[in-house]
């Protein structure tokens, strides 16, 4: 475990192709789905970085076979749709919200006793939008301050879950995923809408399995489903992540004499709000091999470096960039004029308070360009940049943002930096491949 990391100024900007690592979310689910099969599936791009690996020893404690053929080759073989068995120990999220949220719902649902546990961040963030709908549908779950924070026990419901209709008050993939796979076990359909449509990885991989989901407006329906009727497909290919190639995009267009790049890179349109971001700023885009892979669609994206201007956005795009936030964060640092993000509340609950590390520690690179408000944040653009010593917080995008900040000013000196093995574990080394 290294302490600190000092990153150096780039010169002459950064050249080169990335191949961008699996899609964090599309991994985790390709493994719980895959889990409740009865014929083996074969997962290709998958992501091998702590979160993923969590998911992975999660379901291995519920009896299905994982086999890797590699770091990102691997085989899942389950026990069946009502195959999972009784964990024998806690599960052990770590740092995942996915996981333990998804693990949650499924769970919920089981006729055995489920224990879980994770890392501090995960200790302090609410499960309770979890926890309540899944206890509407009969689920029993407890845990501190009023079943919603971690130690958490999920007892067998009685009676089984009943399928509701529920209206989440956060347009959240996670909760919308719990109830959907809780769903799945229930008596009767169970839907769910959200205030506006956050990524549909489950919807689209639970269709590849033969259990269709419906979508009306911003609501999701699943049925009930038969245990016949679930059939494992026997191949998953994991596009790259666009959530990893967001540092990438953003360090080709600000870091003068930049070209890239970025192969594979997963374009489903609920994930797609960085490149609409970054081409309201200016930035030079251009999406080549477009294609669909497993569902999804994916490209490479070329990025070449230009000038960027401040711009402003709000609530309804921020499902589709809710990760992206810290290295648009950057992006608009480096821009010309101000830029104003609202109803970016969610990131006060991510794994760590992003808005408030955003402003503390951009700050020391920057002093004075970044002012938070209670939903968002206002960066003045276009300041100096000074060389300084930053915190992490142990949050894998504070890390790579911080990274690229320093890489287009005056060089950073990161405390904590190994925390990119939450979703990036190769990042520092692309970054010094790629500066030639
Ligand atoms: C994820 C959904 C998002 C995102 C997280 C991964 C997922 O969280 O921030 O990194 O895989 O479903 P929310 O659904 O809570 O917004």
């Known amino acids: 475990m290294a302490e600190i990391m000092t990153i150096d100024k780039v010169c002459r900007g950064l050249q080169g192709e990335v191949a961008i690592p699996g899609d964090k979310s599309i991994s985790h689910r390709s493994v719980m789905l895959s889990g409740l099969g009865s014929t083996p599936v074969h997962i290709t791009n998958f992501l091998h970085a702590q979160d993923c690996l969590s998911t992975v020893a999660c379901l291995r404690a519920l009896g299905a076979e994982i086999e890797f053929q590699s770091d990102t080759e691997l085989t899942v073989k389950g026990n069946g749709f009502h195959g999972l068995q009784e964990p024998g120990t806690v599960i052990d999220a770590g740092n995942s919200g996915t996981t333990l949220r998804l693990m949650m719902g499924l769970l919920s649902a089981q006729p055995f006793f489920s224990a879980f546990t994770g890392d501090a961040s995960l200790h302090r963030r609410p499960m309770g939008r979890v926890?309540?709908?899944?206890?509407?549908?009969?689920?029993?779950?407890?845990?501190?301050?009023?079943?919603?924070?971690?130690?958490?026990a999920v007892v067998p419901a009685e009676g089984g879950l009943k399928g509701i209709s529920y209206e989440s008050p956060v347009a959240s993939a996670q909760v919308k995923s719990a109830l959907l796979l809780a769903g799945m076990y229930a008596d009767g359909p169970t839907t769910v809408s959200e205030p506006?449509?956050?990524?549909?990885?489950?919807?689209?991989?639970?269709?590849?399995?033969?259990?269709?989901?419906?979508?009306?407006?911003?609501?999701?329906?699943?049925?009930?489903?038969?245990?016949?009727?679930?059939?494992?497909?026997?191949?998953?290919?994991v596009p790259g992540d666009i959530s990893s190639a967001a540092y990438w995009l953003v360090a080709g267009s600000v870091l003068p004499g930049s070209k890239l790049l970025l192969k594979n890179v997963g374009v489903n349109e609920t994930r797609t709000g960085i490149l609409e971001v970054l081409e309201q700023m200016g930035a030079k885009l251009e999406l080549v091999n477009e294609r669909v892979s497993g569902g999804e669609a994916a490209a490479d994206i070329c990025v070449e470096a230009g000038p960027l201007k401040g711009t402003e956005f709000g609530a309804e795009i921020m499902p589709r960039l809710i990760d992206e936030i810290p290295i648009?964060?950057?992006?608009?640092?480096?821009?010309?004029?101000?830029?104003?993000?609202?109803?970016?509340?969610?990131?006060?609950?991510?794994?760590?308070?992003?808005?408030?590390?955003?402003?503390?520690?951009f700050n020391k690179l920057s002093p004075g360009a970044v002012e938070t408000i209670e939903d968002g944040l206002v960066i003045h653009g276009g300041r100096p940049i000074q060389k300084a010593r930053c915190f992490t917080y142990d949050d894998h995008r504070i890390a790579m943002s911080l990274a690229i900040l320093g890489a287009a000013g005056d060089g950073v000196v990161l405390e904590r930096p190994d925390c990119v093995n939450i979703s990036y574990p190769a990042f520092y080394g692309d970054l010094e491949r790629l500066r030639g």
Do not use: C, W
């Open 131 to 152: 926890a309540k709908p899944l206890s509407l549908m009969g689920a029993r779950i407890y845990g501190r301050e009023g079943n919603s924070k971690l130690p958490l």
């Open 328 to 361: 648009i964060a950057v992006a608009a640092l480096l821009a010309e004029g101000d830029t104003i993000i609202t109803g970016a509340g969610e990131l006060r609950v991510k794994e760590t308070d992003r808005l408030a590390a955003i402003e503390q520690e």
């Open 196 to 237: 506006f449509v956050s990524r549909d990885h489950t919807e689209r991989m639970l269709a590849a399995f033969g259990v269709p989901v419906r979508r009306e407006g911003t609501a999701v329906t699943i049925d009930s489903v038969m245990a016949e009727a679930y059939k494992a497909p026997a191949a998953i290919e």
